[in-house]
């Protein structure tokens, strides 16, 4: 029998793999959702403000390098 043992086979199909177009306008998607959620806080949320600033910041680093081609 020639077939890998289940632990040893991958779970991953071309169907699970994102196209970067694809990663890009999910990054897009996700950088709205989070620079709403920025607009929307208050003075009072300081420490949730500096979370959505790190997380905004690290999602348009990584669209802008699925960006370059």
Same mark, same amino acid.
Do not use: C, F, I, Y
């Given at each position: 029998?020639?077939r890998?043992?289940?632990? /040893?086979?991958?779970d991953?199909?071309?169907?699970?793999?994102?196209?970067?177009? /694809? =990663?890009y306008?999910?990054l897009?998607e /996700?950088i =709205?959702?989070t620079?709403?959620?920025l607009?929307e806080?208050?003075?009072?949320d300081? =420490?949730?403000?500096e979370?959505?600033d790190?997380?905004?910041r690290?999602l348009r /680093?990584?669209?802008?390098d699925?960006?370059?081609?």
């Open positions: 029998m020639s890998r043992p289940e632990s /040893e086979r991958s991953w199909t071309d169907l699970d793999l994102l196209t970067r177009d /694809e =990663a306008g999910r897009q /996700e =709205a959702v620079a709403g959620r607009a806080l208050g003075a009072g300081e =420490a949730e403000r979370l959505l790190t997380r905004l690290a /680093e990584a669209a802008e699925l960006n370059v081609r």
